[in-house]
């Protein structure tokens, strides 16, 4: 430290809250969805599409469920991760659950034309699956309560 306190910059810089040393992630990066979120989001969304479908026929849901495990899985973790890494410097969740839930409407009415129920009760069943696969981690992402850079102050 010099003897002259108004030339040691780092203590008399502005004050500036930083990651803590144990956030492996980008500083600006405020939720992160792990693999473990990942996969209980995946595992929610493809009960809740089945579930939705066994109020229509519980033949259907059987059949669904059987018939969709394999892509949902596949599919979910690619658009999951796609989209959880897309959102990472976004702090609010219900943000993320939006997200999700327009994400997988739009990826999917392009399809919902094959199905016999109609192209948009297939789409938003998807779309209200994966809303809820996202919902249902809320407390398992992992998260920075830093505040940024640019307002030191704020706190949430």
């Keep these: 430290m010099s003897q002259e306190p108004w030339t040691d910059e780092d ?9 803590s040393s144990d956030w492996r ?3 600006k990066d405020r939720v992160v969805l792990g693999g ?19 109020f229509h026929s519980l033949g259907w ?12 899985w596949v599919v ?22 939006a997200a999700f839930f327009t994400v997988g409407l739009l990826m999917c009415l392009p ?16 779309a209200l699956a994966a809303g809820v696969g996202r919902l249902a981690i809320w407390r398992l992402v992992v998260t920075n309560e830093q505040p940024s850079r640019e307002n030191p102050l704020s706190h949430k």
């Design 61 to 72: 849901a059987l059949i669904l469920f059987i018939y969709s495990l394999l892509p949902a």
């Design 11 to 19: 203590e008399y810089s502005l004050a500036v809250r930083r990651p």
């Design 25 to 27: 992630y980008g500083a």
């Design 76 to 97: 979910g973790a690619v658009v999951g991760s796609l989209v959880g890494l897309a959102l990472r410097r976004v702090r609010n969740q219900w943000l993320h659950v």
């Design 36 to 54: 473990k979120g990942l996969a209980v989001g995946i595992a929610v969304a493809h009960l809740t599409f089945c579930i939705f479908w066994a």
């Design 111 to 126: 399809f919902g034309g094959l199905s016999a129920t109609g192209p948009l009760l297939f789409s938003l069943s998807i």
